[in-house]
């Protein structure tokens, strides 16, 4: 394999289909190296060096969504999991929207442009890889598209991916490095809803295109230990990966990549491991759901956080996924649509189900509803407890 490192994934148990992270995490076997490097007892050892990554689905924000950003503030949306996002490595959002800026107006559907602020709010609580291909990121033209990276040009911590100013500009590789582990990033969407890319720039924003992901992997792939891929594919609603997701998967399995983040359908798809030709494997979440939007019907109210935990290890098999799951999120609005905020599924109460818009009429978003949903989509892959507390 042309990759530098080996990289052993620890779910060789998981890829029989019948481990939980928790599970993974006691299955751990001690390392007889690391064992070794501590025989001298005056030396401390070592603690190992760990990678985490967290990563949501579509922050897609409609109109209500404004205004009550406008007449408060984005960041309260988000107070729920800012515990979690503050404490990972590495914490992946798919911005749906574009953040142009005002003179493009403020919009939502079905052209959306978000206010800048909101982009604000995602850095505050701790986002640091923002994904813009999406089938959104030509609504508002070229001109909106290059306000928006003008914007996150104002933020140099963070790692935007799929858009790009010029060829050389796509690429640069997009590298995030911590405890002497590198992860590298790509991104591509299935297409922008009917809007064409300029001719003379296709540059602009990454669509999937094997041809051209290939070239771009295999450039990426020996700069990094960890590849992850994010996908904006599939079809909207829909609970199950279509066969051209499956194909695309298997593709992307076969460039050695190692974390697939899917997004778009707006519904939760399953987690699964795709093996590799070879014979690793590569952790694929085909739908993260939303993340948080004004939708209205009821499966689109329960989307997930992607978790994973790389640790360095020890000899030619040096990178180790420790833990990986899923934790189900719940978005939250009541009356009119106010009062937007995410849950993570394992903090939602009935109490709360009680107030939300969707029960008015008749109570059809119960707390069973839910927790049915995410164990039927992720069956022993869901997280139910936060995975950063001590
Ligand atoms: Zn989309």
């Not at 390392?31 to 060096?49: G, I, Y």
């Not at 911590?178 to 001719?199: D, E, Q, R």
């Not at 399995?253 to 070879?278: F, K, N, S, T, W």
Request: charged share 20%; glycine share 6%; aromatic share 10%.
């Amino acid at each position: 394999m042309k990759t530098a490192k080996g990289i052993f994934f620890l779910w060789v148990l998981c890829g029989l289909g019948a481990c939980t992270p928790r599970a993974l995490l006691t299955a751990h076997p001690p390392e007889t190296t690391r064992q070794t490097e501590t025989r001298q007892l005056d030396v401390a050892p070592a603690e190992p060096k760990t990678i985490s990554m967290l990563a949501v689905g579509d922050n897609l924000y409609h109109a209500s969504m404004i205004r009550e950003g406008e007449e408060g503030d984005y960041a309260s949306a988000y107070a729920e999991l800012r515990p979690l996002i503050e404490a990972a490595d590495i914490a992946f959002v798919n911005q749906e929207t574009l953040l142009a800026g005002k003179a493009f107006g403020f919009s939502g559907y079905p052209r959306f442009n978000s206010p800048q602020k909101l982009g604000q709010a995602l850095a505050e609580v701790g986002f640091n890889v923002i994904n813009h291909a999406t089938n959104h990121v030509l609504d508002k033209g070229e001109k909106a598209l290059l306000a928006t990276m003008d914007f996150w040009d104002t933020f140099p911590h963070i790692t935007v991916l799929g858009i790009h100013r010029s060829p050389e500009a796509r690429s640069q590789p997009k590298l995030l490095k911590k405890n002497n582990i590198t992860v590298g990033f790509l991104s591509y969407t299935y297409g922008t809803n009917g809007f064409p890319l300029p001719a003379d720039k296709p540059h602009l924003v990454s669509l999937i295109d094997t041809e051209i992901m290939a070239r771009e992997i295999e450039a990426l792939r020996p700069l990094c230990d960890f590849l992850v891929v994010s996908m904006h594919w599939g079809e909207e609603y829909v609970h199950e990966p279509s066969e051209e997701q499956k194909k695309l998967a298997t593709f992307l399995a076969a460039q050695q990549v190692d974390v697939l983040i899917g997004h778009h359908p707006h519904v939760i798809q399953p987690m699964e491991y795709i093996q590799r030709p070879d014979g690793k494997w590569m952790l694929c979440f085909y739908s993260l759901g939303n993340f948080i939007s004004a939708q209205v019907r009821a499966p689109r109210m329960l989307g997930a956080m992607a978790y994973l935990k790389i640790e360095e290890g020890a000899g030619e098999e040096r990178f180790v996924l420790l833990e990986a799951g899923a934790i189900p999120l719940v978005t939250h609005y009541e009356k009119e649509f106010v009062g937007f905020k995410v849950y993570p599924l394992y903090a939602y109460t009935e109490a709360l189900a009680d107030q939300h818009r969707m029960n008015q009429q008749k109570k059809e978003l119960t707390l069973d509803y839910l927790q049915s949903l995410a164990s039927k989509v992720f069956g022993d892959k869901e997280i139910k407890h936060n995975p950063f507390a001590p």
